[in-house]
């Protein structure tokens, strides 16, 4: 076979790059999984996702409260694990970073990233409860 017969290499990237839906003219990065990605992320959520369960089993409202805290912190990282960049967005006057989202962005956008790292991530109903 000659070099000029052999096939081009495949190619990959390691993010995904999105328009906001919420927010046109946003467009934020996110991390594809991984197979160590995988293993970091879940390393770091296994035990806040074992006490969101059990949170969300008990039946006070102490628990729910508690439940949707964990929830929230779950949210909080996967977001700082998975979001590579930020543009078109300036919060306060300073172009957007991840924690000036956290702490002070829109929380629909919030939501919206968080939610095309889930895709990315996607952990099986088996795998969030271990």
């Not at 991390?31 to 806040?48: A, D, I, K, N, T």
């Not at 628990?63 to 779950?74: K, M, N, P, S, T």
């Not at 172009?95 to 956008?109: F, K």
């Not at 968080?114 to 409860?129: D, F």
Request: charged content about 25%.
């Amino acid at each position: 076979m000659t070099s000029s017969t052999l096939p081009s290499p495949k190619q990959y990237s390691s993010s995904l790059t999105r328009e906001s839906q919420v927010f046109p003219g946003v467009q934020f990065t996110v991390r594809r999984m991984s197979f160590q990605g995988r293993l970091e992320l879940l390393g770091e959520l296994r035990e806040l996702m074992t006490k969101a369960e059990f949170a969300a089993a008990g039946d006070s409202a102490a628990d729910r409260v508690e439940g949707a805290l964990l929830a929230g912190e779950i949210r909080r990282r996967q977001i700082e694990w998975g979001l590579v960049s930020l543009a078109g967005l300036e919060i306060d006057g300073e172009p957007a970073t991840t924690a000036s989202l956290l702490s002070y962005g829109p929380e629909e956008l919030t939501a919206e990233i968080q939610a095309a790292i889930q895709a990315q991530v996607g952990l099986s109903e088996e795998e969030r409860k271990n």
